[in-house]
Protein backbone atom coordinates (compact mmCIF):
# COMPACT_ATOMS: atom_id res chain seq x y z
CA UNK A 1 0.00 0.00 0.00
CA UNK A 2 1.55 3.42 -0.77
CA UNK A 3 1.29 5.96 2.08
CA UNK A 4 -0.97 8.69 1.97
CA UNK A 5 1.16 12.31 2.45
CA UNK A 6 -0.02 15.67 3.13
CA UNK A 7 2.33 18.13 2.75
CA UNK A 8 2.21 22.07 3.80
CA UNK A 9 4.95 24.42 1.94
CA UNK A 10 4.51 27.37 4.41
CA UNK A 11 6.40 29.04 1.76
CA UNK A 12 7.65 32.81 2.99
CA UNK A 13 5.01 32.76 5.54
CA UNK A 14 5.07 33.15 9.45
CA UNK A 15 6.86 34.49 11.96
CA UNK A 16 8.83 32.18 14.40
CA UNK A 17 5.78 32.99 17.34
CA UNK A 18 3.26 32.25 14.38
CA UNK A 19 4.48 29.11 13.14
CA UNK A 20 5.25 27.90 16.64
CA UNK A 21 1.37 28.72 17.22
CA UNK A 22 0.32 26.90 13.72
CA UNK A 23 2.19 23.72 15.25
CA UNK A 24 0.62 23.73 18.61
CA UNK A 25 -3.20 24.33 16.66
CA UNK A 26 -2.03 21.14 14.20
CA UNK A 27 -0.76 19.08 17.08
CA UNK A 28 -3.51 19.24 19.03
CA UNK A 29 -5.97 18.62 16.55
CA UNK A 30 -8.13 15.60 15.71
CA UNK A 31 -6.27 14.25 12.72
CA UNK A 32 -6.04 10.80 10.82
CA UNK A 33 -3.10 9.21 12.40
CA UNK A 34 -2.45 7.19 9.70
CA UNK A 35 -1.61 9.71 7.39
CA UNK A 36 1.60 11.39 6.80
CA UNK A 37 1.74 15.15 7.55
CA UNK A 38 4.60 17.46 6.48
CA UNK A 39 4.96 20.96 7.71
CA UNK A 40 7.44 22.71 5.92
CA UNK A 41 8.21 25.65 7.62
CA UNK A 42 10.58 28.55 6.07
CA UNK A 43 14.57 27.70 7.46
CA UNK A 44 15.03 29.77 10.52
CA UNK A 45 12.08 28.08 12.18
CA UNK A 46 13.26 23.72 11.23
CA UNK A 47 15.00 23.78 14.18
CA UNK A 48 12.24 24.34 16.70
CA UNK A 49 9.96 23.19 14.96
CA UNK A 50 11.43 19.48 14.21
CA UNK A 51 12.41 19.93 18.35
CA UNK A 52 8.79 20.55 18.58
CA UNK A 53 7.45 17.71 16.47
CA UNK A 54 9.24 14.69 17.21
CA UNK A 55 7.47 12.51 14.47
CA UNK A 56 4.26 13.16 17.13
CA UNK A 57 1.26 11.15 15.87
CA UNK A 58 2.60 10.81 11.88
CA UNK A 59 4.02 14.47 11.97
CA UNK A 60 7.37 15.18 9.83
CA UNK A 61 9.03 18.40 8.67
CA UNK A 62 10.61 19.72 5.55
CA UNK A 63 13.07 22.11 4.42
CA UNK A 64 11.84 23.97 1.14
CA UNK A 65 14.97 23.75 -0.33
CA UNK A 66 18.61 22.93 -0.26
CA UNK A 67 21.81 24.07 -1.95
CA UNK A 68 23.53 22.19 -4.89
CA UNK A 69 26.74 22.35 -3.16
CA UNK A 70 27.36 19.91 -0.12
CA UNK A 71 29.29 23.32 1.51
CA UNK A 72 30.99 26.11 0.88
CA UNK A 73 31.20 29.58 -0.09
CA UNK A 74 27.37 30.31 -0.81
CA UNK A 75 26.68 33.00 0.87
CA UNK A 76 22.98 32.90 2.60
CA UNK A 77 22.31 29.26 1.20
CA UNK A 78 21.67 25.95 3.32
CA UNK A 79 22.73 22.34 2.79
CA UNK A 80 21.52 18.98 2.76
CA UNK A 81 23.75 18.07 5.20
CA UNK A 82 22.84 20.97 7.74
CA UNK A 83 19.01 20.25 7.21
CA UNK A 84 19.53 17.24 8.06
CA UNK A 85 21.71 18.31 10.86
CA UNK A 86 18.53 19.85 12.57
CA UNK A 87 16.48 16.53 12.69
CA UNK A 88 14.82 17.26 9.54
CA UNK A 89 13.54 14.24 7.68
CA UNK A 90 12.45 15.35 4.31
CA UNK A 91 12.79 18.52 1.77
CA UNK A 92 10.88 20.43 -1.10
CA UNK A 93 12.98 20.24 -4.19
CA UNK A 94 12.42 21.96 -7.68
CA UNK A 95 9.47 23.90 -6.87
CA UNK A 96 8.23 26.05 -9.71
CA UNK A 97 8.60 29.55 -7.65
CA UNK A 98 12.52 28.57 -7.41
CA UNK A 99 12.24 26.91 -11.15
CA UNK A 100 10.80 30.21 -12.57
CA UNK A 101 12.05 33.25 -9.76
CA UNK A 102 15.42 31.89 -8.86
CA UNK A 103 16.39 29.77 -12.11
CA UNK A 104 16.73 26.82 -11.15
CA UNK A 105 17.04 24.24 -14.07
CA UNK A 106 17.41 20.47 -14.02
CA UNK A 107 20.91 19.99 -13.64
CA UNK A 108 20.83 21.77 -10.39
CA UNK A 109 17.91 20.04 -9.68
CA UNK A 110 19.56 16.75 -10.04
CA UNK A 111 22.48 17.55 -8.06
CA UNK A 112 20.22 18.58 -5.00
CA UNK A 113 18.37 15.26 -5.05
CA UNK A 114 21.71 13.90 -5.25
CA UNK A 115 22.87 15.54 -2.05
CA UNK A 116 19.53 15.17 -0.37
CA UNK A 117 19.38 11.23 -0.69
CA UNK A 118 23.39 11.05 0.05
CA UNK A 119 22.30 12.81 3.07
CA UNK A 120 19.14 10.37 3.87
CA UNK A 121 17.08 13.11 3.38
CA UNK A 122 13.67 12.52 1.67
CA UNK A 123 13.27 14.29 -1.56
CA UNK A 124 9.42 15.62 -1.99
CA UNK A 125 10.35 16.71 -6.22
CA UNK A 126 8.12 19.38 -7.76
CA UNK A 127 7.49 18.92 -11.02
CA UNK A 128 4.28 20.13 -13.55
CA UNK A 129 3.50 22.09 -16.79
CA UNK A 130 2.80 25.91 -17.29
CA UNK A 131 -0.15 27.12 -18.65
CA UNK A 132 0.91 27.89 -22.11
CA UNK A 133 2.19 24.02 -22.15
CA UNK A 134 -1.24 23.31 -21.44
CA UNK A 135 -2.96 25.04 -23.72
CA UNK A 136 -0.52 23.89 -26.34
CA UNK A 137 -0.93 20.14 -25.08
CA UNK A 138 2.80 20.09 -24.53
CA UNK A 139 1.95 19.41 -20.32
CA UNK A 140 2.43 15.40 -21.12
CA UNK A 141 6.04 15.86 -22.91
CA UNK A 142 6.50 18.40 -20.30
CA UNK A 143 6.49 16.69 -17.73
CA UNK A 144 8.21 13.66 -19.01
CA UNK A 145 11.47 15.57 -19.69
CA UNK A 146 11.24 16.81 -16.13
CA UNK A 147 11.50 13.23 -14.45
CA UNK A 148 13.91 12.66 -16.93
CA UNK A 149 16.20 15.39 -16.38
CA UNK A 150 15.48 15.39 -12.66
CA UNK A 151 14.93 12.06 -11.51
CA UNK A 152 15.61 9.38 -14.02
CA UNK A 153 19.31 9.18 -13.52
CA UNK A 154 18.49 7.64 -10.46
CA UNK A 155 19.04 3.76 -9.26
CA UNK A 156 16.11 1.94 -8.45
CA UNK A 157 17.09 1.85 -4.81
CA UNK A 158 17.03 5.48 -4.71
CA UNK A 159 14.20 6.20 -6.66
CA UNK A 160 12.26 4.45 -4.40
CA UNK A 161 13.01 6.83 -1.53
CA UNK A 162 11.18 9.50 -2.90
CA UNK A 163 8.09 11.42 -2.82
CA UNK A 164 7.35 13.01 -6.62
CA UNK A 165 4.50 16.16 -6.41
CA UNK A 166 2.08 16.88 -9.31
CA UNK A 167 1.95 20.69 -9.21
CA UNK A 168 0.63 22.73 -12.66
CA UNK A 169 1.76 25.81 -12.37
CA UNK A 170 -1.25 27.36 -13.74
CA UNK A 171 -3.07 25.82 -10.61
CA UNK A 172 -0.59 27.25 -7.87
CA UNK A 173 -2.25 30.44 -5.84
CA UNK A 174 -4.32 30.88 -8.02
CA UNK A 175 -7.45 29.39 -7.29
CA UNK A 176 -8.11 27.74 -10.66
CA UNK A 177 -7.50 23.84 -9.12
CA UNK A 178 -7.13 20.72 -11.85
CA UNK A 179 -10.05 18.87 -12.26
CA UNK A 180 -10.20 15.20 -10.98
CA UNK A 181 -9.61 14.00 -14.67
CA UNK A 182 -6.74 16.41 -15.62
CA UNK A 183 -4.97 15.72 -12.08
CA UNK A 184 -5.83 11.68 -12.49
CA UNK A 185 -4.57 12.21 -15.80
CA UNK A 186 -1.53 13.56 -15.21
CA UNK A 187 -0.35 11.33 -12.10
CA UNK A 188 -1.47 8.01 -14.27
CA UNK A 189 1.14 8.91 -16.90
CA UNK A 190 3.85 9.84 -14.36
CA UNK A 191 2.83 6.39 -13.00
CA UNK A 192 3.46 5.34 -16.34
CA UNK A 193 6.56 6.74 -16.81
CA UNK A 194 8.52 5.17 -14.02
CA UNK A 195 6.89 1.98 -14.74
CA UNK A 196 8.90 1.95 -17.80
CA UNK A 197 11.68 3.33 -16.64
CA UNK A 198 12.22 1.50 -12.96
CA UNK A 199 9.31 -1.38 -13.04
CA UNK A 200 6.03 -2.07 -11.95
CA UNK A 201 6.55 -2.34 -8.10
CA UNK A 202 8.81 0.65 -7.81
CA UNK A 203 5.73 2.61 -9.91
CA UNK A 204 3.27 1.72 -7.56
CA UNK A 205 5.10 2.59 -4.46
CA UNK A 206 6.07 5.90 -5.43
CA UNK A 207 3.89 8.52 -3.67
CA UNK A 208 2.62 10.90 -6.13
CA UNK A 209 1.02 13.93 -4.68
CA UNK A 210 -1.12 16.77 -6.24
CA UNK A 211 -0.30 20.23 -5.67
CA UNK A 212 -2.16 23.77 -7.06
CA UNK A 213 -5.05 25.14 -4.96
CA UNK A 214 -5.96 22.25 -2.99
CA UNK A 215 -8.38 23.14 -0.02
CA UNK A 216 -10.52 22.31 2.28
CA UNK A 217 -13.30 22.22 -0.39
CA UNK A 218 -11.59 20.09 -3.37
CA UNK A 219 -9.05 17.45 -1.43
CA UNK A 220 -11.93 14.98 -1.12
CA UNK A 221 -12.46 14.47 -4.70
CA UNK A 222 -8.68 14.81 -5.70
CA UNK A 223 -7.78 12.39 -3.37
CA UNK A 224 -10.45 10.22 -4.66
CA UNK A 225 -8.21 9.79 -7.35
CA UNK A 226 -6.60 6.28 -7.65
CA UNK A 227 -3.20 7.30 -8.52
CA UNK A 228 -3.21 10.86 -6.13
CA UNK A 229 -1.73 9.94 -3.13
CA UNK A 230 -2.36 12.83 -1.44
CA UNK A 231 -1.49 16.97 -1.52
CA UNK A 232 1.30 19.49 -1.44
CA UNK A 233 -0.69 22.61 -0.09
CA UNK A 234 0.28 26.07 0.43
CA UNK A 235 -2.16 28.70 1.38
CA UNK A 236 -4.58 26.25 3.22
CA UNK A 237 -1.63 24.99 5.15
CA UNK A 238 -1.48 28.49 7.12
CA UNK A 239 -4.27 27.46 8.84
CA UNK A 240 -4.83 24.61 11.22
CA UNK A 241 -8.51 24.22 10.75
CA UNK A 242 -7.90 23.88 6.77
CA UNK A 243 -5.10 22.22 6.46
CA UNK A 244 -6.18 19.23 9.00
CA UNK A 245 -9.88 18.92 7.00
CA UNK A 246 -7.12 18.20 4.24
CA UNK A 247 -5.32 15.72 5.89
CA UNK A 248 -9.24 14.40 6.80
CA UNK A 249 -9.72 14.00 2.96
CA UNK A 250 -9.20 10.36 2.43
CA UNK A 251 -12.26 8.39 2.26
P1 LIG B 1 -1.29 26.77 -3.25
O1 LIG B 1 -1.92 25.63 -2.49
O2 LIG B 1 -1.29 28.05 -2.47
O3 LIG B 1 -1.89 26.90 -4.62
O4 LIG B 1 0.25 26.42 -3.45
C1 LIG B 1 0.58 25.15 -3.93
C2 LIG B 1 2.03 24.99 -3.80
O5 LIG B 1 2.80 25.63 -4.49
C3 LIG B 1 2.53 24.08 -2.76
O6 LIG B 1 3.88 23.84 -2.90
Known amino acids: MRKKIVVGNWKMNKTFAEGLQLVEELLASQH ?3 ITKIIAPPFIHLSAITERVKSENGFEVAAQNCHQASKGAFTGEVSAEMI ?58 K ?9 FHLSSTDFSKLIIAYEPVWAIGTGFTATT ?30 GGSCNAENAKDLFSCIDVDGGLVGGASLKANDFITIVNSFS
Open 143 to 151: VKQQLKEGL
Open 32 to 34: DAA
Open 181 to 210: HQAQGMHNFIRAEINKKYGKQISESTAILY
Open 84 to 141: VSTGVKNVIIGHSERRIYLGEDSTMLAQKVNLALANNLTPIFCLGESLEDRNTNLHLE
